[in-house]
């Protein structure tokens, strides 16, 4: 399949890439459902991001068709100075396992080397093993953990 990574469109890609978000929230954040207020917020920072010099948007086409979804921000920490992070990473599942996911990673690590960042994080759920494996694959390691406590 002729596939191919270019930048976010925000006029052509939004409808598209927000339809991704009902796998990627929904799969990763069990019972959380994806609603239109969900979709309108994330709407308006994909809006921002496309406007924001330390964010940078890819999508992944595939015979003509958004397959896919890089998001990437620069941020600073307590501890350091910037880091590369990436805040959104999808791929449609039938066109997983094909290298495509690394492709997109690929090409945010690429951009956070250009803007000097010494390296690349992301957040994955614990409870998507799938994605947990692909990221062992492509060179990421759990650096810290985060634990919840259910209040209620």
Do not use: H
């Not at 010099?53 to 397959?67: H, K, T, Y």
Request: aromatic share 12%; proline share 3%.
């Amino acid at each position: 399949m002729p596939a191919r990574i270019r930048n976010f469109n925000l006029r052509k890609d939004l409808k598209t890439v927000l339809q991704f978000q009902y796998e990627t929230y929904e799969r990763n954040f069990p019972g959380f459902q994806v609603d239109r207020g969900f979709l309108e917020d994330f709407a308006r920072q994909l809006r921002a991001a496309a406007d924001e010099r330390s964010e940078q948007l890819w999508v992944l086409e595939v015979d003509g068709q958004v397959s896919g979804l890089v998001w990437a921000t620069l941020i600073t920490s307590m501890v350091e100075e910037v880091v590369g992070y990436i805040k959104n990473v999808y791929v449609a599942p039938e066109l997983r396992g094909q290298g495509y996911g690394r492709m997109l990673l690929r090409i945010a690590e690429d951009w956070f080397r250009s803007q000097g960042a010494p390296k690349s994080v992301l957040d994955a759920s614990v409870c998507n093993e799938e994605a947990l494996a692909f990221y062992e694959q492509v060179g990421y390691r759990a650096a810290r953990v985060r634990m919840e406590k259910p209040l209620g």
